[in-house]
């Protein structure tokens, strides 16, 4: 489970070199839209020669990948399936395309014979992947979808704004989709870098419509993602404070605080301390 | 006589260049060729005797790349020549 996820340009040398010191749980090495198309190979050959010397050991290692209608898939496949990537991101997702892919990599993992199964994340970025989402995230090797604004509103052919109401429709498709099927939703990249109290309400907003994570363009946002992503300390004490006194309750409900708790609220306490532990905010256990 | 390239003279990458000749040859230009020359040729060589090559002129044109930057630099300017040839 991943707050933020960085894309770093792949033919960029000094951005891939420091990729693992951004502080991102996820890092999306780019092959797609931030490489021109004569530097495609060289950006392949940099991720993959970097992937292979050295060990990230401290994030996630996804690369998004060229799309079905370019001569460079099954390149950037043969070259990265490997038991260093953890997940590949497919631009222009549908259920065919994922499908094509998931057959190519079953083959070169089995070739290779690789010691894990290579993941995917979609992108969801056309009003035609959107009516798909479900049949989409469902798919075995699918851990979560990515929501890709920049081009869904372009398809659309709409103007993207700040505030995104023209997105809202799509992000809650998104969201409900990948929870519907215990998957990750990870939500648009916040576009204005310089923006930082915009990338805030913004982050805000995509926790509070069911996102798991954020995707972000440049690693001045990384901190602002995994902040507003984990619970706070608030909640991680009073979901420690549930947890404790649901041990020793007898009835299906009890009040803490004034306040009800029953099955939905332990059930959320304990989401937040798998979050708490996994992203290393609990102190030392107080009982 | 074809030439090929990779990389770039920006921060931290370099640019390889490749042409066929008869025994290797690697030449090195580096802002921190005091330091790192030596090292950076016998990376190159090394590069070059795994893959088999043995007749290549390559210049490498450093501007503070790391070690997996030159060596994918040299393998993608490899390829590239390769292909050239196709």
Not at chain 1, 231 to 236: C, N, T, V, W
Not at chain 1, 243 to 271: C, N, V, Y
Not at chain 2, 44 to 55: A, G, P, W
Request: net charge negative; proline share 3%.
């Amino acid at each position: 489970m991943s707050r933020s996820l960085l894309f770093i340009p792949g033919n960029n040398p000094s951005m891939i070199q420091n990729s693992d010191l951004y502080g991102a749980d996820a890092v999306i090495f780019d092959l797609e839209d931030s490489v021109l198309m004569e530097h495609k190979d060289a950006a392949r050959d940099l991720v993959k020669t970097y992937l292979e010397q050295l060990n990230l050991l401290n994030c996630q290692v996804i690369v998004r990948i060229n799309g079905m209608k370019t001569p460079f898939l099954k390149m950037d496949l043969e070259a990265l399936s490997y038991d260093y990537v953890d997940a590949f991101m497919i631009p222009n997702a549908t259920h065919g395309a994922i499908e094509y892919i998931t057959n190519q990599i079953k083959e070169l993992e089995q070739t290779r014979q690789l010691k894990k199964e290579i993941q995917l994340i979609p992108i969801i970025e056309t009003p035609y992947a959107l009516l798909q989402v479900k049949e989409i995230v469902k798919m075995d090797r699918v851990i979560g979808v990515l929501f890709g604004a920049e081009d869904y509103t372009t398809n659309m052919s709409i103007k993207r704004t700040k505030q995104g109401e023209e997105i809202l429709f799509a992000r809650n498709m998104i969201s409900i989709a990948a929870k519907a099927y215990n998957k990750e939703a990870y939500d648009t990249p916040f576009t204005d870098v310089n923006d930082i109290d915009g990338l805030k309400e913004d982050v805000k907003l995509a926790k509070q419509l069911g996102f798991s994570g954020k995707a972000a363009i440049h690693p001045r946002q990384i901190d602002m993602i995994n902040e507003l992503f984990s619970p706070s300390q608030e909640d991680i004490l009073f979901a420690q404070r549930i947890l404790k006194q649901a041990k020793k309750e007898t009835k299906g409900a009890f009040s803490i605080d004034g306040k009800m708790i029953d099955t939905p609220i332990i059930t959320r306490a304990q989401k937040i301390i798998i979050q708490a532990k996994l992203y290393g905010l609990l102190g030392e256990p107080n009982d | 006589m074809k030439e090929s390239q990779a990389g770039s003279v920006e921060s931290c990458d370099c640019r390889i260049t490749v042409r066929k000749q008869q025994g290797n040859t690697v030449e090195v230009k580096s802002i921190v060729y005091e330091l790192y020359g030596d090292h950076i040729k016998n990376l190159i060589l090394d590069t070059l005797e795994r893959q088999n090559i043995k007749d290549i002129y390559v210049l490498c044109e450093d501007k503070g790349a790391v070690d997996f930057v030159i060596v994918s630099r040299l393998v993608t300017a490899l390829k590239r020549l390769e292909n050239s040839d196709e």
